[in-house]
């Protein structure tokens, strides 16, 4: 009776085949940083063999790849924090972006079980890390000749600002200011997110870097997923588990933040913000109950919500309810709860039972 998150494993296969789609002439590094976006790493990496590479945030999330036996390029973006990290993904064998000029004077040491492969990272306008085009030239140079540590020809990357906003132009001149520098050192280069490779044709190089959408939802502010042909796959659901009857003007749940307005049956639904369904989500914020959608009403416990069921009289204790996935957009809700997929997904916690289907 518990709260489920069933993932959709053709779902996944078809997100990736939409990226490669979008994108014929280029590799797909698959971004499977933070728990695959709450979905399981292992389980991603798995499910989407299919890729040519496979993209984490940390060292930890690499070595952690490499253990479960996973052979593909593995890119960490952001880089080694310390020389101990530089020697576990020395041993392992994963791919460092050099993202400041510290992680630049981290290689200089001798004695690393066998050379890295170095992505540098170009603030082309994000701002937050990467060399200032002027300085990559130099930073290029060191690596290139730092034959000790790194090894084979440097890449270079840069990532979207703006890109979840089609009407915005920063991206273009990210754009502008990145593809010289791919020309002139004549090596490969990175820019496009999923916002790229959907809105952006001019990003797509040498290898792109999807993230959000493999896992079905849409990286841009607005729009909807299903638009691009992209299917969800995490569908987070539970049951019913008390439905009562209240007079007009009770009030429901913490702090009583929502009143009847007449007679009415009320559901108590097993998912709270204990689960990952956020606690700031709104009174009137959809759920899909037996394939209808109703109302949340009143404060998100941390086990439980409560829904309106005037319009579902016929429910019963068992009933199943979606929160989000299969029929109801994970973007939906995130924009009611005032954020995105991307956090929706992160925050599923262990305590729901993943299941794929
Ligand atoms: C997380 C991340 C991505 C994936 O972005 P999406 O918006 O999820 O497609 C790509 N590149 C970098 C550097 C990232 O940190």
């Known amino acids: ?39 399981g790493m292992l389980r991603a990496a798995r499910l989407l063999d299919q890729a040519d590479a496979f993209g984490v945030a940390r060292v930890g999330e690499g070595v952690e790849l490499r253990q479960s036996g996973v052979s593909h390029e593995i890119l960490v973006l952001e880089g080694a924090f310390d020389q101990e990290q530089l020697i576990a993904a020395s041993t392992h064998d994963l791919q460092l972006v050099i993202n ?3 992680q630049l004077e981290l290689l200089n040491q001798p004695g690393l079980p066998r050379p890295v492969v170095c992505w540098l990272k170009v603030d ?4 937050r890390l990467g060399f200032a085009p002027q300085a990559v030239e130099a930073a290029y140079r060191q690596l290139q000749e730092n034959r000790v540590a790194v090894r084979g ?23 502008a200011a990145f593809m010289p520098l791919v020309t002139r050192f004549g090596v490969e ?19 792109n870097r999807p993230g959000i959408m493999l896992y079905g939802a849409s990286p841009f502010i607005a729009g909807d997923a299903g638009e691009y042909g992209l299917k969800p796959v995490m569908t987070l659901e539970s049951r019913l588990i008390a439905i009562n009857h209240y007079h007009k003007g009770a009030r429901i749940g ?28 709104p009174s009137g914020t959809p759920v899909l ?7 949340l009403i009143g404060r998100v416990s941390m ?21 989000w996935g299969r029929g109801l957009p994970a973007d939906e809700i995130a924009r009611a709860a005032g954020t995105i997929a991307y956090e929706l997904f992160c925050g599923v916690t262990s305590r729901v039972d993943f299941q794929e289907i």
Not at 289 to 295: E, G
């Open 254 to 281: 913490y702090s009583g933040t929502w009143a009847c307005p007449e007679p009415m049956p009320v559901g108590v639904v097993a998912i709270g913000y204990g689960d990952g369904y956020p606690r700031h989500t």
């Open 100 to 102: 400041s000029p510290w």
């Open 289 to 295: 109950l037996n394939d209808h959608r109703v109302p």
């Open 303 to 323: 086990d439980m919500i409560t829904i309106d069921l005037r319009r579902q009289r016929q429910a019963r204790i068992g009933d199943r309810v979606t929160l």
């Open 189 to 207: 280069g990175s820019i496009a997110n999923s916002a790229g490779i959907l809105g952006w044709p001019s990003t797509r190089s040498d290898w």
């Open 124 to 127: 082309t306008g994000m701002h």
């Open 1 to 39: 009776m518990g709260p489920r998150a069933l993932i959709d494993t053709s779902a996944f296969r078809s997100n990736l085949q939409r990226a490669r789609k979008a994108a014929p002439g280029s590799r797909v590094i698959a971004v499977i940083k933070a728990n695959a976006y709450g979905h």
């Open 153 to 175: 020809p440097v890449r270079l990357m840069t990532h979207l600002a703006n890109g979840d906003d089609l009407q915005d132009h920063t991206s273009s001149r990210q754009i």
